[in-house]
């Protein structure tokens, strides 16, 4: 399986380096580090997807990761139910992911319960599916 992510060199940097800039203001916006995409029987797709966002408890943390299509639509939405405080980066799957046709890359995208979505997104090619 190939796969192709384009993530800013700064934002690579600080992940492999394990240097994460600090927040000048408290928890900034959720970004995605990493994500994998995978074929499921059926037809149906799976993301994992890795964020990062200085959670600060209940009345600011990470909330959702977004599948975007080329055009901006949502297409699947992964709800995160609670803080992740002491868990950064932190990982989380969504099975069952209904694609378009001929759709042959996504954008995954961070939400957080203050600033809505925004932060560092990754542009991920879909493996082509064997066999089907």
Do not use: N
Not at 85 to 91: A, G, I, K, M, R
């Amino acid at each position: 399986m190939r796969k192709a992510v384009r993530v800013s060199a700064v934002l690579l940097a600080a992940c492999l380096s394990g240097v994460w800039p600090a927040a000048t203001a408290g928890a900034g916006e959720a970004d995605v580090v990493a994500a994998e995409a995978e074929r499921e029987p059926g037809g149906t797709w799976r993301f994992t997807v890795t964020l990062r966002h200085d959670d600060e408890g209940w009345d600011h943390y990470a909330d959702a990761w977004q599948v975007l299509a080329p055009d901006g639509g949502v297409l699947a939405t992964r709800e995160l139910l609670h803080p992740h405080v002491e868990e950064q980066p932190f990982t989380r799957s969504l099975g069952g992911v209904r694609l378009p046709e001929g759709l042959d890359r996504v954008t995954l995208r961070g939400r957080d319960s203050r600033h809505g979505t925004g932060g560092a997104e990754i542009e991920l090619e879909l493996p082509e599916a064997s066999g089907s």
